[in-house]
């Protein structure tokens, strides 16, 4: 791009960015002009799900059930695994993934989510009922089925450590496990410019919690610099052998093996789409894309018949969709002086809300779940299906939601 068109872009941006700031006071003006187109067949019924808060705790994003139907464990953002008992017994802490934790915060402090570990994908290994878990800053690591500190497995790939792992689902009969790194460059936790750092300044209504910033920022410096350096990988449990599958995905986040194993899924959040690595078959190491979505999708998982559901962090609104495929664009508004929750605002399009969609094992759209004005559930971070009932998790709640299915 010439030096000419730069100047212009980025007089143009700072314009729209003054005219922002005149929407950034109420959510509606902003979802009026910023709001996502609704989705085809959208069943707006998700806020009809009962909430369970997790107390003292904040984000429980990954959700899962041991063999014995137990659950759901739940990792949350102070570092902690927690497993829900029912109403009567409620949570208790089953594992956490490192031993220093002297100065991790309850609910939480994003400064301290390196040091005190971040589990993001969470899935029981079916014959050894062991837990496995995706941490962001720690790696791949397991734990018994007593729960306490996890072991570390994979914290480096070809002698480059993980940067951002994600996500995984278990091959429990080949003892194989896929995994994501959703970027060898962005961190979750980085620091935006200090001219962003304005939270208490905001005029914006709380669409996140409070105190998210550091914790939360990261996600939108890697959507909007348009990193593509996410990975798909595989570690063998008897060999420990890491193998890189898939390279250059657009932010990598949520994993599912299809029921027969010849497929894995892995999410692209900023590519706003689901690719599909054949693992076995004519296709065999090939990779297609499975399902353009009409958002962000975080993890996904499969339910008993092989379908998936999606969690949508968020739809894409006409300015996510714009900055988020044109990288100069996201890069100049991350150099603009809005805070966290200001951008975050933008790209969801003014309005909190919760998206859920499930896909056939061909990819082609079942089912469309939504609490279109967040009045119950927002930022959905997986959806689970187990006893006709979707639960699901947010980073961004404190809470997890029991959605009966009808
Ligand atoms: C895992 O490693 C073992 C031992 O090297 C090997 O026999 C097995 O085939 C590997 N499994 C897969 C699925 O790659």
Not at 57 to 66: I, M, V
Not at 140 to 155: M, R, Y
Not at 292 to 305: A, S, Y
Request: proline share 6%.
């Amino acid at each position: 791009m010439n030096s000419k068109l730069i100047i212009f872009s980025a007089t143009a941006l700072l314009a729209v960015a003054v005219a922002l700031n005149f929407f950034f006071r109420s959510p509606e003006r902003l979802h009026l002009l910023l709001g996502p187109p609704p989705v085809p067949g959208s069943r707006d019924r998700l806020h009809a799900a009962k909430i369970v808060v997790v107390p003292a705790a904040h984000g429980p994003e990954s959700l899962a059930f041991d063999s014995n139907g137990r659950g759901p464990y739940a990792g949350v953002a102070d570092g902690r695994i927690l497993r829900w008992d029912g109403d009567g017994r409620g949570w208790s802490e089953f594992a956490v993934t490192t031993s220093q934790r002297k100065e991790c915060v309850r609910p939480f402090a994003p400064e301290m989510e390196h040091v005190c570990g971040r589990p993001l994908g969470l899935k029981f290994h079916k014959k050894t009922d062991e837990l496995y878990i995706a941490d962001a800053y720690l790696g791949l690591k397991v734990v018994g089925p007593d729960g306490g500190l996890a072991t570390e497995l994979v914290s480096e790939v070809e002698g480059r450590p993980l940067r951002f792992t994600n996500d995984l689902d278990i091959d429990d009969d080949n003892d194989v496990i896929y995994f994501t790194d959703t970027s060898t460059t962005f961190q979750r936790r980085t620091d935006l410019n200090p001219r962003s750092h304005r939270e208490e300044q905001t005029s914006l209504p709380p669409v996140l919690g409070p105190g998210l910033g550091a914790g939360f920022g990261q996600f939108l410096v890697s959507i909007l610099n348009g990193d593509k350096t996410g990975r798909l990988l595989k570690y063998n449990i008897s060999s420990k052998e890491v193998t890189v599958l898939v390279e250059g995905l657009s932010f990598a986040n949520g994993v599912a093996l299809s029921k027969d194993r010849s497929f894995v899924l892995v999410a692209e959040t900023s590519g706003c789409r689901i690719r599909r690595l054949w693992l076995q078959g004519p296709n065999a190491g090939k990779v297609d894309v499975f399902a353009e979505l009409p958002g962000f999708p975080d993890n996904i998982r499969r339910n008993h018949k092989g379908e998936f559901w999606v969690a949508l962090h968020s739809k894409k609104g006409p300015l996510s969709r714009f900055a988020v495929f044109n990288a100069w664009a996201g890069k100049t508004m991350l150099r603009l002086p809005f805070s966290f929750q200001q951008l975050h605002s933008l790209l969801i399009g003014g309005k909190a809300h919760a998206t859920a969609i499930k896909l056939s094992e061909e990819g082609s759209v079942l089912d469309v779940l939504e609490d279109c004005d967040g009045k119950i559930m927002k930022f959905p971070s997986e959806v689970e299906e187990k006893d006709g009932k979707l639960w699901i998790g947010s980073v961004l709640t404190p809470f997890i939601g029991i959605y009966d299915l009808e």
